[in-house]
């Protein structure tokens, strides 16, 4: 196997004049000896190939994943409880190619994170807030928000200003533990015992870099 051990010896070898030994099979200290070397330039190439590993993105693993995250983005993006490589290292392209700047943008990256789209409900557009004599509007007529779905109340002292309504992914139930009237043996549950989802400082820290310059949101988590 190129760059085993003995690969290695075997490319010492051929560089030593041929004259001045034997097949392999006649000097074995002088195999020993180079397949001593050889295990040493194994290990150099084997950390070699690891290094060329992490310098891109779409290769680099392990620990070396979160350190290119966090070259990126700084805390704004981590890994989520037990989540694997290959699903992290997609997080990641994702977040450095995605759209900005825009309300389609903070709904697309929030449907991609929980699953959910947000409801967002900006107070100085009236495609939000409705109006009077409007149809399908009125009070009580379900969420604000989503381009004049029940109204909300308008307002222009509210510059470059929004609310969202966050949605928390499904949670992942607890494992191995069936319900009632399904048979079995008993178990109570508690919360601490449900599989690990989506940290709600993770949904928040998705946000802030969405947005344009002297833009506040605010975050209402819900689910």
Do not use: C, K
Not at 111 to 122: A, D, K, R, V, Y
Not at 158 to 168: G, K
Not at 184 to 189: E, F, I, L, N, S
Not at 190 to 205: V, Y
Request: no cysteine.
């Amino acid at each position: 196997m190129i760059g085993d051990s003995n690969d290695m010896a075997g490319r010492l070898r051929t560089i030593l004049p041929a004259r001045w030994f034997g097949e392999a099979d006649a000097t074995p200290i002088l195999t020993s000896l180079l397949l001593g070397l050889g295990t040493a330039f194994s290990s150099f190439w084997l950390l070699l190939q690891s290094v060329i590993a992490q310098t891109r993105i779409r290769t680099a693993y392990g620990n070396f994943l979160d350190m290119i995250s966090a070259d990126f983005f700084g805390a704004g993006l981590v890994r989520l409880p037990d989540e694997q490589d290959d699903a992290f290292r997609t997080r990641i392209l994702e977040a450095i190619l995605r759209p900005r700047a825009t309300r389609a943008a903070v709904t697309l990256a929030l449907t991609q994170l929980t699953g959910h789209s947000p409801i967002i409900f900006e107070p100085a557009n009236t495609a939000d807030t409705g109006g009077y004599s409007v149809g399908g509007i009125g009070y009580g007529a379900g969420e604000a928000g989503g381009g004049g779905g029940g109204g909300g109340w308008g307002s222009l002292a509210l510059p470059f200003q929004f609310f969202i309504t966050v949605f928390r992914p499904s949670g992942g139930g607890i494992a191995e533990i069936a319900g009632y009237g399904s048979g079995g043996v008993p178990v109570y549950g508690s919360l601490s015992m449900e599989t690990a989802g989506l940290p709600d400082r993770a949904i928040i820290a998705a946000v802030p870099p969405l947005l344009p310059a002297a833009t506040t949101a605010w975050m209402r988590l819900a689910g």
